[in-house]
């Protein structure tokens, strides 16, 4: 996600290519969605009090108002990607003209009969949202359980209050998810140990319900020892590695969780919203205008937590669920008590709707209860927020400005559950009586606009720092601000400073369009100035014949190349380089050039992911065989492509081409990056061509121009990658952190960077202990490649597993 700005800067979702990165739903549209729900509610409602011609004919125009609404807004984000406060503050113009137990019992026991009931649902919701974020299945009898668990849980709806009805929709989910587990237990061996756990917590949970089901009156205790099951001990099997050894879990799709644990959110949300709406249909009367401004301000309210969850989602490699057992656990159970409090939150507005209805003043639990539950959303928030970026945020590479700027946030972020509670405070001081239901929403209402502004002004400013030196990072982690690069661009390849002639070779060159450019602009540079002595040899993959047929106009373009005395290659690929030596001479290249590569095989075939990269590595390899010992190698990729902290367009890491990871296979540094000259590039003649293996261009636009250097010739990596990797090991008595250290730092080289940290530790039935440590392994002069990493790791476990300390 991008970081929030205030002014609007809006990028194209697509092109006319159909070559850009897939966009899904956003949570701010979810959230729109929701207030359609209400919306759609609200009409049915009035068509069923209305059953007449006239009834019929407000129903259509109503619902269609409300469906060309929702379109409006969903063509513009489908054709435009925006995410500026100025958007959101317009987005919230459109949403606003598009728990009633607690309400009910507003005491202690109300309170936890509310906590209780609530958990109920969400570790129901916890267990699915788990099994479908470890496994992939949609077999027809896994359909059929999924189908007992919706039973399940509607019979909880129906039946709303602890007791028989209740335990029996509880009993239902809990089967449904145990038959699915066994069914995963019989295919999946290496799933068993896992499993095991959770089916035995499961079937230990099923007998508590059998005893609520034949003794209703012991349901709430039941359900209280269901809670401890399903919570504390699973927790804690997950966490100490209760019959499971480390290493031997399951992983878990973090994206998938994300989404998931996103959209709990916003259905919790969206009910204070949307209950809102629909219960204001009992008033027989025309809704006064307060009511309207109570509605606008409890909207902006829960609009605004939803930006504060959503605002900064971190990379896979940050992500609590990636990072540790623990934090993974901890990242679930902040969202068991997240849920209740929203809801307590928008329990307060239902009090607040219903106290404006009658022009009656709040009392002072109700004023708790609103300002109460926005300070412990915040401090959820907060906890997420840690859980992810804690130890990491600001990084040991952010420079000096960017590590105070980053320090700020974290305190805002301290400070910010403390507003809440002074405004609460504040208002019962001056209105000991009773305080006015609008006055407090706007106090509320205050108080996360200066949340939303305070942390807008932070992101709103490292956005313009990075700007400032040439390169726009949008992700909050890392965040690295560089200079803009001195090495020459393109249109020069930064072969024209000195006197000292250069050897430039261009592959992949399709319709020969850039060493046309490129040619172009050196003869009016030969026109000013005297220039080195250049040799400049272009190939592209496809045989003079085929060049012919696919691009007419390239026949002209390489008369005009010949005229400038550069060679012509047809037939030529780029990752076999060594096999060409008679035609390419014994002189190393200073240059070698890849604009746009893609792998060509398969025509307009997608998820060729695999394909490209191997493409690259390939590419790189050969490189070695032509490459002049200080020489560099250009690789420009379209925007998002690369997967480096550069982009401006960002993908999930694995749908890039990780090209810096497949040039450090080869040995290469990624020593520089900048975005590529196509505006200069195309009044040079050049036009990209390509897509679909037909004369028709791609998109170039904000497309980055890599280049790379051997890492024998001491220059620093302008983005050191960054490996983790999990080991675990047996130990004896004389072992500790700092005898660790010299180990893993003898192993892998003084060039590398190594932490270490704690995740995990094992008891073996036989007593023997075992831990388990979470590497983070990074060098800004040693091109650390995935290869390298792994056989270092496997050549560590087999030195320590033997090592007596």
């Known amino acids: 996600m991008e970081l929030r700005t205030f002014h609007s800067r809006p990028r194209l979702s697509a092109d006319w290519s159909g070559e850009y990165e897939e966009k899904s739903s956003e949570w701010f549209e979810l959230f729109l969605d929701l207030v359609l729900v209400a919306a759609c509610a609200n009409v049915a409602e009035k068509l069923k009090d209305e059953f007449t011609l006239e009834g019929f004919i407000a129903f259509g125009l109503m619902t269609s108002l409300y469906v060309t609404s929702w379109h409006w807004y969903a063509h513009f984000h ?260 997240l849920l209740p409090t929203i809801l307590a939150l928008g329990v307060s507005m239902k009090f607040i709707a219903e106290a404006v209805l009658r022009n009656e003043r709040l009392d002072g639990a109700v004023v708790w209860l609103l300002f109460g539950a926005m300070a412990l959303c915040m401090v959820w928030i907060f906890l997420l927020r840690g859980l992810h970026y804690w130890g990491a945020q600001p990084a040991t590479t952010d420079r000096h400005n960017v590590k105070r700027i980053i320090h700020c946030w974290w305190a805002l972020m301290v400070g910010w559950p403390l507003l809440p509670l002074a405004s609460g405070q504040v208002l019962m001081v001056m209105a000991p009586r009773g305080v006015d239901p609008l006055v407090a929403l706007g106090a509320a209402a205050a108080c996360v606009l200066f949340w939303i502004f305070s942390e807008t002004a932070i992101m709103n400013h490292l956005a313009a720092l990075s700007e400032a030196t040439g390169l726009r990072t949008p992700e909050l982690s890392p965040l690295v601000l560089r200079v803009k690069s001195s090495l020459g661009d393109l249109t020069d390849l930064g072969v024209l400073v000195g006197a000292a002639p250069a050897s430039v070779l261009i592959v992949g060159d399709g319709n020969f369009s850039y060493t046309c450019a490129l040619a172009r602009h050196l003869h009016a540079e030969r026109q000013r100035r005297p220039l080195p002595r250049l040799r400049i040899i272009a190939t592209s993959l496809d045989t003079a014949d085929e060049l012919a047929r696919m691009y007419p106009g390239s026949a002209a373009k390489l008369a005009e190349i010949r005229d400038h005395d550069i060679t012509v290659l047809h037939d030529f690929n780029a990752t076999k380089l060594e096999t060409y030596k008679d035609l390419l001479g014994p002189e190393p290249f200073d240059r070698i050039v890849f604009n746009f590569p893609h792998y060509a095989e398969g025509g307009n075939k997608r998820n060729k992911i695999n394909k490209h990269r191997q493409l690259l590595t390939q590419f790189f390899h050969s490189c070695h065989h032509v490459l002049a010992p200080h020489g560099q190698i250009w690789v420009t990729l379209c925007a998002g492509q690369g997967g480096t902290p550069a982009e401006t367009i960002v993908r999930a890491f694995g749908d890039t081409w990780q090209v810096a990871q497949c040039a450090a296979s080869a040995g290469f540094l990624l020593y520089d990056v900048h975005e590529a000259p196509v505006d200069a590039l195309f009044q040079l003649g050049y036009n990209s061509v390509g897509h679909r293996l037909q004369e028709k261009a791609f998109r170039t636009h904000a497309g980055l121009t890599h280049v790379f250097c051997g890492d024998a010739i001491g220059h620093s990596a302008c983005f050191p990658l960054m490996w983790t990797r999990d080991i675990s090991f047996w130990i004896n008595d004389g072992f500790s952190d700092a005898k660790l250290s010299p180990v893993l730092q003898t192993i892998f080289g003084p060039q590398v960077e190594i932490a270490f940290l704690k995740i995990d530790d094992y008891v073996s039935d036989a007593g023997r202990l075992a831990y388990g440590y979470r590497l983070t392994l990074s060098s800004s002069v040693f091109a650390l490649s995935k290869e390298y990493v792994n056989a270092k790791c496997d050549e560590v476990v087999d030195l320590l597993d033997t090592k007596v300390w």
């Open 78 to 337: 489908g054709r435009f990607s925006e995410s500026s406060l100025a958007h959101y503050a317009l987005l919230f113009i459109l949403l606003a003209n598009v728990a009633e137990k607690l309400k009910d019992d507003f005491t202690l026991g109300g309170f936890i009969a509310f906590g209780l009931m609530t958990s109920l649902y969400v570790t129901s919701w916890h267990w699915y949202a788990h099994f479908h974020g470890r496994f992939s299945e949609s077999s027809l009898a896994h359909y059929a359980l999924l189908f007992i668990l919706l039973g399940g849980l509607g019979t909880m709806v129906l039946a709303s209050e602890p007791g028989r009805h209740f335990s029996i929709g509880l009993l239902l989910v809990r089967v449904a998810l145990l038959l699915m587990n066994a069914a995963v237990y019989r295919v999946l061996p290496a799933s068993r140990d896992r499993l095991r756990v959770d089916m035995a917590i499961l079937a230990c949970s099923c007998t508590v319900l059998l005893l609520a089901i034949a003794r209703p009156t012991c349901s709430s205790s039941a359900y209280g020892v269901l809670l401890v099951l399903e919570i504390v001990v699973l927790y804690a099997s997950r966490i100490r590695h209760w019959c499971v050894a480390p290493g031997d879990g399951i992983p878990v799709n973090v994206e998938h969780m994300t989404d998931r644990e996103g959209s709990l959110v916003l259905v919790a949300l969206g009910e204070a919203v949307v209950s809102a709406v629909i219960n204001s249909r009992h008033v027989s009367s025309p809704l006064p205008s307060r009511f309207y401004v109570m509605m606008l301000l409890s909207m902006l309210v829960n609009f605004a937590l939803a930006l504060f969850y959503f605002a900064v989602k971190p990379p896979r490699t940050m992500h609590a669920v990636h990072q540790s057992v623990r934090r993974a656990s901890l990242f679930t159970f902040l969202h068991v008590l």
